[in-house]
């Protein structure tokens, strides 16, 4: 039988994963979403910042899909989205605007990930956002930011940083309004798990809108009884990304490389 015991990749209680684990968990996340089919060719970003007073953070090498992102290709970036190490691989400052934003006023915001998929940019076109259609969509209730659409995201417009943040506020999930769709999360796996639910949500939404049929939405007392359960829910999407994880271990060992 498989060893299901925990692959390492997370720290005990207390303790912070170093820069070699944080690297391999961010090369699986680049590659799940390449296999779950939530990549836009070269474009969008995953980050996550690195233990230590200093604002650094591990992104992907600009111009690589993410089905080629290993650990070791990850490079390391300030908060400005410049190289902080010797690297050969090229980096995208202003793709990383979004993030730096984010990571500069949510301490608790370690991982952020962008995605810019059909389902996602389908809802990110209407005004109404996620709809409680299901239990899956559900679970954003109260949980999911908007944020206007002002043109592409770029390191000229510090202005905008300033509305993102402002927009977020100390939600987990963010619209991001006729662009895509946006996570943050306390680790690598919690933010992987709320984003891939959170388009399985606009999956639902798009086909339950594509029936022409009349749409149910629960209660607002089942919205908020069903909210409440989800979160009470410890360890958020640890279980399933230690099985994404050997997954992977199987099928692409080379994400570690």
Wanted: hydrophobic share 40%; charged share 20%.
């Amino acid at each position: 039988m498989e060893n299901l015991q925990n692959t390492g990749t997370q720290p005990a209680e207390g303790t912070q994963p170093d820069e070699g684990a944080l690297r391999r968990d961010l090369a699986a996340a680049y590659r799940l979403l390449a296999l779950f089919g939530m990549t836009d060719l070269v474009y969008t970003h995953l980050s996550v910042r690195l233990p230590g007073a200093a604002h650094r953070f591990l992104v992907n090498p600009y111009g690589y899909l993410f089905e080629e992102i290993t650990a070791s290709s990850l490079v390391v970036v300030d908060a400005d989205g410049l190289p902080a190490q010797p690297t050969l691989y090229p980096v995208n400052p202003a793709g990383f605007v979004i993030h730096s934003a984010i990571h500069r006023s949510r301490p608790d915001a370690a991982c952020v990930m962008h995605t810019h998929t059909l389902a996602g940019m389908v809802v990110a076109a209407q005004d109404a956002g996620i709809l409680p259609l299901n239990q899956i969509s559900i679970e954003f209730s109260g949980d999911v930011a908007f944020h206007s659409y002002e043109g592409i995201a770029a390191d000229d417009n510090l202005s905008e940083r300033e509305r993102l943040v402002r927009d977020l506020g100390d939600r987990n999930a963010m619209i991001l309004q006729n662009h895509g769709l946006l996570t943050v999360g306390r680790t690598i796996a919690e933010t992987f798990y709320r984003t891939y639910y959170l388009e399985q949500a606009c999956r639902i939404q798009v086909a339950a809108q594509s029936t022409g049929a009349a749409l149910h939405v629960p209660s607002p007392e089942k919205v908020a009884r069903t909210r409440r359960q989800f979160a009470e829910e410890a360890d958020k999407g640890e279980l399933a990304w230690q099985a994404l994880r050997r997954k992977l271990d199987r099928e692409q060992p080379d994400y570690r490389d």
